[in-house]
């Protein structure tokens, strides 16, 4: 079982930045797919971004497109999730995520999640 550890989220005001970062223990296959969910208050779970760990493609919910990047560092087990341009909509606790079967944004799919990180943005 891979182990997710997030870290880098903190108050931050609108328009600023801020970087997540996951760091994932155990092995971790090219055909596994890597991705940051977030949770507001009320609201369901919501897919992110996504990244597949093997070839590097990348994936936007079309709410974060061209403010978010997602992106890996194969060598370190690492994720991360460079967010520009925040917005009080983008407060969430955010959650790193794995999935062994592949791309998929339904976070019933994932295998494993890391135990959040607070984003706050102030208005």
């Known amino acids: 079982q891979v182990q997710l550890i997030e870290s880098g989220g903190g108050l931050v005001q609108a328009g600023g930045s801020l970087r997540l970062s996951c760091a994932a223990s155990?092995?971790?296959?090219?055909?596994?797919?890597m991705a940051w969910f977030r949770q507001a208050p009320g609201k369901e779970r919501e897919f992110v971004a996504g990244i597949r760990w093997g070839v590097g493609n990348t994936y936007y919910a079309d709410s974060v497109k061209g403010r978010f990047t997602i992106s890996r560092e194969s060598g370190a087990n690492m994720v991360y999730l460079q967010m520009n341009s925040l917005k009080a909509e983008d407060t969430a606790v955010y959650y790193c995520a794995l999935d062994r079967g592949g791309y998929s944004t339904v976070y019933s799919s994932y295998d494993s999640w890391g135990q959040g990180t607070q984003v706050t943005v102030s208005s």
């Open positions: 155990g092995r971790i296959y090219s055909s596994t797919f």
